[in-house]
């Protein structure tokens, strides 16, 4: 039974630049939310996504948008790139409230 | 909104000794989880050990047990008999239950302890 599988692993941009980071969560699961964790620091909620509709949002700016598709994997889009936004990115899937973590996408923003 | 704390940045413990890592939280609300998650340098965020609020005695799992305080919004991790794989930053995070037993998937970490097992 696979887990939670996030892509790219590793990835860097220029400052204003766009990114995507793709989720597909664990078998059977059909909720996704997406963290921010800043180096040192604990992750950060951003917003969740159920039946392909943003449920809830943390304190984010817009420029982090996402999307969730029928087989209920997921897609965290980050604009308009700052040096700050670099990070491990977090996917976590659940079904009726254990959260299961994938290993992260870690970008660097140059 | 809520917070959580966690005090100790760093901890070191021999092998096969047992250490306790301190989490305080501030809420106002009633219904909620805490967990305790490791984090070792493979980055995956790992479930240690889960705790109700409604829950009067203190979850255990295996070498890994909590001393939940909910009136004193305390809730420490007890590892016993440490292992060199139990090296990892360990977050302390609060997830609160909205009606029906939503959470949105939304957890509030603390800053993270880092510890080390010493052979």
């Known amino acids: 039974d696979a887990g939670v599988t996030q892509s790219p692993t590793h990835l860097i941009k220029t400052r204003g630049q766009q990114v995507t980071l793709r989720c597909s969560p664990k078998?059977?699961?059909?909720?996704v939310s997406w963290y921010q964790q800043a180096l040192g620091q604990g992750p950060q909620f951003i917003f969740q996504?159920?039946?392909?509709?943003?449920?809830q949002r943390g304190n984010f700016p817009d420029r982090f948008s996402g999307h969730q598709f029928p087989n209920y994997s997921s897609e965290l889009n980050v604009n308009a790139l700052l040096l700050g936004d670099s990070a491990l990115y977090l996917c976590?899937?659940?079904?009726?409230?254990?959260?299961?973590f994938g290993e992260g996408s870690r970008l660097t923003v140059l | 909104a809520q917070t959580v704390t966690q005090s100790q940045p760093e901890m070191s413990v021999q092998e096969a000794e047992t250490v306790t890592l301190s989490c305080t939280y501030d809420?106002?609300?009633?219904?909620?989880?805490l967990f305790w998650y490791k984090q070792p340098p493979s980055r995956q965020m790992i479930l240690v050990i889960r705790?109700?609020?409604?829950?009067?005695q203190n979850a255990t799992e295996n070498r890994f047990s909590v001393n939940f305080q909910k009136a004193a919004k305390s809730f420490s991790l007890k590892i016993s008999d440490s292992q060199l794989g139990d090296t990892a930053m360990y977050f302390c995070?609060?997830?609160?239950?909205?009606?029906?037993?939503?959470?949105?998937?939304?957890?509030?970490f603390g800053q993270g302890t880092i510890l080390t097992v010493h052979p």
């Open positions: 996504y159920y039946e392909e509709e943003e449920r």
């Open positions: 809420t106002s609300e009633n219904n909620y989880y």
């Open positions: 078998s059977g699961h059909d909720t």
């Open positions: 995070a609060f997830m609160k239950l909205h009606a029906g037993g939503t959470s949105y998937g939304k957890l509030t």
């Open positions: 976590a899937s659940s079904f009726y409230g254990e959260l299961f």
């Open positions: 705790q109700e609020a409604y829950k009067q």
